[in-house]
Each structure stands twice: as C-alpha cells, then as structure tokens.
T-cell receptor
C-alpha cells in the first residue's frame, strides 16, 4: 500500500511569508492531489498533477515523479490561507485515495 | 454548479438508533466514496462505489452499509450506531483518475 508522509505537521507563519509544504510517497503514481480543509471542516481540491508544476493564483504545486515527492507553495501568505493541507495519491490499484496526515497551517496577521 | 451535497451537516443521535447520511452529486461521476476523519488518524475510506449497483469495502467498513441504486446518490447507513462511530464524515465523487469533489462533511455524535 502506498505510504504518504507530509512535513511539517504544523506550521505557523507571518502574513506575507512564503510557505512550503512537502509530501512524499512510497509507490509510483499517475497523479497526486492537494486538498485544502478549511477550519469549518469542508474539503476542496486544489490541484491534481502528474508532472511538472501547476499554479492557481498564489498557490503553486510541483511534483517530481522520479523522487516521489511533491511540494505545495503559497506565496504572499494571508490569514485566510490558514487551513489543513492534505496530499493524496492513488492506492496500488489506482482506484482509491491514500491520504497524507495533513499539515496544519496558521498564518498570523 | 458542480457539487457534492451531504445531509445532514450535524447530527447527534443515541446508540442503536438507525441513521442515514445522504450524499448526492450532480456531475454524473461514476466513482463515489465515503470517508471518516478522526483526530490523529486522518481520512480513512469506509466504502466506495465504481458505478450503479457496484460497491466495495474500504479500510474501515465495519458498522456501515451503503447502496448505489442511482448514479447520483450514495447514502451511508449506520444500522446500529455506536459511540466509536462519532466522527466527521465526507462523501466524495470523481471520474476515475481525475480530481475529487468533496461534500461539506457531516459531524456525527453518537451518545
């Protein structure tokens, strides 16, 4: 079964800082997902990427398939970015997700 | 608007009283799944469905049932809830290999 690790587990930043969250996994995959869970509990999908880099606004996600590693970057962080960020990869059969433990981000004004 | 709708958002119930959490998606997705999220354990899959009338167990299926009679609906049934099923539940749908859409979550408390 694919094992997914994230670092750091918790992160506190000042508004405006550049933030990086890392995700590594044990088994080669076709695509990796980054999810954001708001303090109210809802989960939204931020990115699905299979190679290279994707950018949405201040969020940038990169993946290195050979190294089995992905990073989520937030530029010019804002308190509204405070959330739990979760990476997810397909399981061995490609049908279901295996989730990382999440990174809890707090951005202070 | 593409969405996954779960109901109810919050539910407090007593041990043994059957309940159903509904999940509906409007994107004609084949794949739907249920997860529970507990502190320190992350998201764990309960059941999933690849299409109508096709369901299978996830990692933590004990105490739960599901059905998929229509493509858009995937209800989660707790026949006899117990306190260890107190959790935050999420329904999700996607086409296999594409990004997932999650419901808003159902916070269930069993007393």
């Amino acid at each position: 079964k694919n094992e997914v690790e994230q670092s750091p587990q918790n992160l506190t930043a000042q508004e405006g800082e550049f933030i990086t969250i890392n995700c590594s996994y044990s088994v080669g995959i076709s695509a990796l997902h980054w999810l954001q869970q708001h303090p109210g509990g809802g989960i939204v999908s931020l990115f699905m990427l299979s190679s290279g880099k994707k950018k949405h606004g201040r969020l940038i996600a990169t993946i290195n398939i050979q190294e089995k590693h992905s990073s989520l970057h937030i530029t010019a962080s804002h308190p509204r970015d405070s959330a739990v960020y979760i990476c997810a990869v397909p399981d061995n059969y490609g049908q279901n997700f295996v989730f990382g433990p999440g990174t809890r981000l707090s951005v202070l004004p | 608007e593409a969405q996954v709708t779960q109901n109810p958002r919050y539910l407090i119930t007593v041990t043994g009283k059957k309940l159903t959490v509904t999940c509906s998606q409007n994107m004609n997705h084949e794949y739907m799944s249920w997860y529970r999220q507990d502190p320190g354990l992350g998201l764990r899959q309960i059941y999933y469905s690849m299409n109508v009338e096709v369901t299978d167990k996830g990692d933590v299926p004990e105490g739960y049932k599901v059905s998929r009679k229509e493509k858009r609906n995937f209800p989660l049934i707790l026949e006899s809830p117990s306190p260890n099923q107190t959790s935050l539940y999420f329904c999700a749908s996607n086409r296999v290999g594409t990004e997932a859409f999650f419901g808003q979550g159902t916070r269930l408390t069993v007393v």
